[in-house]
């Protein structure tokens, strides 16, 4: 059963219009904290830092940002999306800042865990994504994975970008610079910022309306359902951040130059772009179980192939197939949750889903550090993402199948 019947907010034409915006601050966000990926090396050439160190700091950054997010999508539910994102939009650039003057590991770990991720870019993904998700009715997911698209997109630009300044400045100089144009583009945007009008009499007219139904039977109940998508969330996550945080490193292992190992990851999240656009489509044709099986399926089966091949194409043809799989998972998890739990439930619920998905992203980028300085390669850190990726899909099969046949009990029971 969706969530409780009420007049929609949505209006297509300007919703368009703040995905647009949702895109370039969730890209930004995510793109700072994938960015360690390219201050690997460096930072461990001065400090004498070891790669389980860096990824700890990866890994603190994510939990925190999740755990930030599940307050930001607390805020989301009783009130305007703006503040929240513009607090996140002054964090992120003064935690560049932080990063260009620090001197120590635990200064390191400080700023990515609080300044960068709880406090800057927990600001972003599930407020905008709540809201997104109201200015649309036939093509929601399309349009939240439009959203997310800009969040990979980011991935692939602001490593990249990052990589080209290192050629000319210092990291400390590539940091300072990271922080001003985060500002400069951030910030306007925040100020642009609309949620859909009505939203919150929405939010009222539904929660009024789902407590008047409690004791009915429903689909699932919507705690069940967050616990469910947090479990499978932590298996997807843990497969797709291998190679977003080690596939760099890895390609360095085959003896290419920097640039080359970068362009393996710029493959892998601009193909994630157009894998989210279509996948959004067909979000919106069968709905976000199926297509959670099918995305989260495809990184699954070529996750290991990476440390397979030392050939640069080929590199680069399983970073593609990687980054298109990779591309329709997460935003699949909002809209499941928008058609199945209450809509002045949803951020936090949300909020609680993703946090799980950034503890096991920072989670599955430390643990294959680890394993790299324990085993000297990568093989078993690809591995244990195989291994991840069949926990999800079978949690996402039982809820799948779950769901219809409660459809069909309900179905049966109004019939009666």
Request: proline share 4%; glycine share 12%.
């Amino acid at each position: 059963m969706a969530q409780p019947q009420a007049p929609s907010v949505a209006n297509e034409p300007v919703g368009w219009i703040m995905v647009a915006l949702a895109s370039v601050i969730t890209g930004m966000g995510f793109g700072a904290l994938v960015s360690v990926t390219v201050f690997l090396e460096p930072l461990e050439a001065d400090f004498g830092w070891l790669r389980t160190n860096t990824s700890f700091a990866y890994m603190g950054g994510n939990i925190m940002a999740g755990l930030g997010g599940i307050f930001a999508g607390w805020l989301s539910d009783r009130h305007t999306t703006a503040p929240v994102i513009l607090m996140g939009a002054i964090s992120l650039g003064a935690s560049f800042v932080l990063l260009a003057l620090m001197q120590t590991l635990n200064e390191f770990y400080l700023i990515y865990w609080f300044a960068l991720g709880g406090f800057g870019i927990s600001a972003f993904l599930v407020p905008l994504i709540n809201s997104i998700a109201f200015w649309f009715n036939k093509n929601r997911g399309l349009a939240i994975s439009v959203t997310m698209a800009g969040q990979t997109g980011g991935a692939a630009v602001i490593p990249y970008f990052s990589t080209l300044l290192m050629k000319t400045y210092s990291w400390r100089e590539t940091y300072l610079i990271l922080a001003l144009a985060s500002w400069a583009i951030l910030i306007p945007l925040c100020f642009l910022w609309r949620d859909p009008p009505g939203l919150a009499a929405l939010k009222a007219q539904v929660r009024a309306h789902s407590e008047s139904r409690r004791g009915q039977p429903t689909v699932i109940n919507p705690n069940l359902l967050v616990a469910v998508l947090s479990l499978a969330i932590l298996g997807c996550c843990v497969n797709m951040t291998i190679p977003l945080v080690h596939l760099v490193p890895l390609v360095r292992t085959y003896r290419f130059d920097p640039q080359q190992s970068a362009g393996a990851l710029s493959v892998l999240v601009v193909a994630s772009v157009f894998g989210r656009i279509f996948f959004g489509k067909v979000m919106d044709k069968i709905g976000g179980t199926r297509t959670l099986l099918i995305t989260s399926g495809m990184q699954t089966l070529s996750i290991f192939w990476f440390t397979q091949t030392g050939d640069l194409t080929m590199l680069y043809g399983l970073a593609a197939i990687f980054g298109l799989g990779y591309a329709g998972v997460l935003p699949c998890y909002p809209v499941i949750i928008n058609g199945l739990v209450p809509a002045h439930l949803t951020g936090r619920s949300v909020g609680i889903v993703f946090f799980m998905g950034y503890l096991a992203m920072g989670l599955g980028g430390w643990i294959g550090g680890i394993l790299f300085d324990v085993t000297g390669n990568y093989v078993t850190t690809y591995a244990m993402g195989v291994v991840s990726g069949v926990f999800n899909l079978a949690i996402i099969l039982w809820l799948h199948l779950h769901v219809n046949r409660r459809q069909a009990h309900i179905a049966t029971l109004q019939a009666a």
